[in-house]
């Protein structure tokens, strides 16, 4: 089955500092989503972007599919920011249904 | 519009129990999910239902779980005989059908605690 992987698996940044995470997936993808997860176990939607480029306020994401990674950036990140991040791709061809998530990038913002 | 809703949001339950969880989704969205999350990992996909029908079941869904959409609005996740390997979030997403998106919405989760 289709593998997704993310990087990097943590990261610590200063308030203000940008970031960029990456996920990389092994086959063709219909669907791709960046979710936020927050303390409470809430995954909430952050882009749903199976190819091309979005943004939303201080974030943004790019998915280049015929490379098939996809990036999303933060910028000038607020300690509200923290939490874990996954990248969760559906397969081309696949039942359209079955979301693949990466393990996830645990981002820390310090005040 | 609400979104999808979970009830109930936590279950502590002993060794051998049946639980159930229920599953409200976003009105008028056709596909219902169920995943299953684990501390430290991302969710893994269980199930999920088109309308009443269920589509496609994990091979994670042992015997012991069985899922239901009866009506085609909410659904309910049955785990007979709970073991402690059950611990975990179990989280329900739903998503419209035929507006050329397959973007899934997650509700806020029934956290699994079994004693």
């Known amino acids: 089955g289709i593998q997704v992987e993310q990087s990097p698996p943590d990261l610590i940044l200063q308030e203000g500092a940008n970031s960029t995470l990456r996920c990389n997936f092994s086959d063709s993808v219909n669907n791709l989503q960046w979710f936020h997860q927050n303390p409470w176990g809430q995954l909430i939607n952050l882009f749903y972007i199976p190819s091309g480029t979005k943004q939303n306020g201080r974030l943004s994401a790019t998915t280049v599919a015929t490379e098939r990674y996809s990036l999303l950036y933060i910028s000038s990140s607020q300690t509200t920011d923290s939490g874990v991040y996954f990248c969760a791709v559906g397969a081309q061809g696949g039942s359209q249904g079955n979301l693949i998530f990466g393990k996830g990038t645990k981002l820390s913002v310090k005040p | 519009d609400t979104g999808v809703s979970q009830n109930p949001r936590h279950k502590i339950t002993k060794r051998g129990q049946n639980v159930t969880f229920r599953c409200d989704p976003i009105s008028e969205h056709n596909r219902l999910y169920w995943y299953r999350q684990t501390l430290g990992q991302g969710p893994e996909f269980l199930t999920y239902f088109q309308n009443e029908a269920q589509l496609e079941k994990s091979r994670l869904l042992s015997d012991r779980f069985s899922a239901e959409r009866p009506k085609g609005s909410f659904s309910t996740l049955e785990i007979q005989r709970t073991e402690q390997g059950d611990s975990a979030m179990y989280l329900c997403?739903?998503?419209?059908?035929?507006?050329?998106?397959?973007?899934?919405?997650f509700g806020p989760g029934t956290r699994l605690t079994v004693t």
């Open positions: 997403a739903s998503s419209p059908l035929g507006q050329g998106t397959y973007e899934q919405y």
